[in-house]
T-cell receptor, first 116, second 114 residues
């Protein structure tokens, strides 16, 4: 069966510090991968998505970046965090086309980031 | 791109009553409409979905209806229980923009009162 992991689970960082969040998927290959941010009490904002290794699409301008160095690994980074970067960061994946479940999107457990 | 509107933003019902959450979408080519339930501090969980070739789908106390002509879809929860209290998100998958992306509604905070 497929599983999705995110780490760390929680993170407290000072303003101006760097950030690296990691997401990995097991039990599948060539998934679509997504990074979302959820501010407290708010909806789901799509930040980046990737349809393959090295392929990154950005949805909103910001001081964050994403990379996909391996098929099942998706990384969210920042060189200098802002207070407004605080939130709940969720990674999500969709099975590859043709698997019969290629519409269903599943979320990882999330990383709660607090920038002070 | 796709735009999804969701109403109401908050909904309070008595235990045992029904709850209905409604969403509209803008892209007539959208073909997949999932619903997610998010409990406090946890990840959104897929609870039911419907594809554009189906008008209604039911799973125990949960049902979803889709009206393609009017471009709206609804979540129906019958015999509500306290554990149904959560934030519910609707979403739609359009065919423009690539990436197989979901566009989410803004969420409905459902509170089931004893």
């Amino acid at each position: 069966s497929q599983t999705i992991h995110q780490w760390p689970a929680t993170l407290v960082q000072p303003v101006g510090s760097p950030l690296s969040l990691e997401c990995t998927v097991e039990g599948t290959s060539n998934p679509n991968l997504y990074w979302y941010r959820q501010a407290a009490g708010r909806g789901l904002q799509l930040l980046f998505y990737s349809v393959g290794i090295g392929q990154i699409s950005s949805e909103v301008p910001q001081n964050l970046s994403a990379s996909r160095p391996q098929d099942r690994q998706f990384i969210l980074s920042s060189k200098k965090l802002l207070l407004s970067d605080s939130g709940f960061y969720l990674c999500a994946w969709i099975p590859p086309w043709g698997t019969g479940a290629d519409n269903e999107q599943f979320f990882g457990p999330g990383t709660r980031l607090t920038v002070l | 791109g796709e735009n999804v509107e969701q109403h109401p933003s908050t909904l309070s019902v008595q235990e045992g009553d029904s709850a209905v959450i409604k969403c509209t979408y803008s892209d007539s080519a959208s073909n997949y409409f999932p619903w997610y339930k998010q409990e406090l501090g946890k990840r959104p969980q897929l609870i039911i979905d419907i594809r554009s070739n189906v008008g209604e789908k039911k799973d125990q106390r949960i049902a979803v209806t889709l009206n393609k002509t009017a471009k709206h879809f609804s979540l129906h929860i019958t015999e509500t229980q306290p554990e149904d209290s959560a934030v519910y998100f609707c979403a739609a998958r359009g065919l423009t923009g690539g990436g197989n992306k979901l566009t989410f509604g803004t969420g409905t905070q459902l509170k089931v009162e004893l």
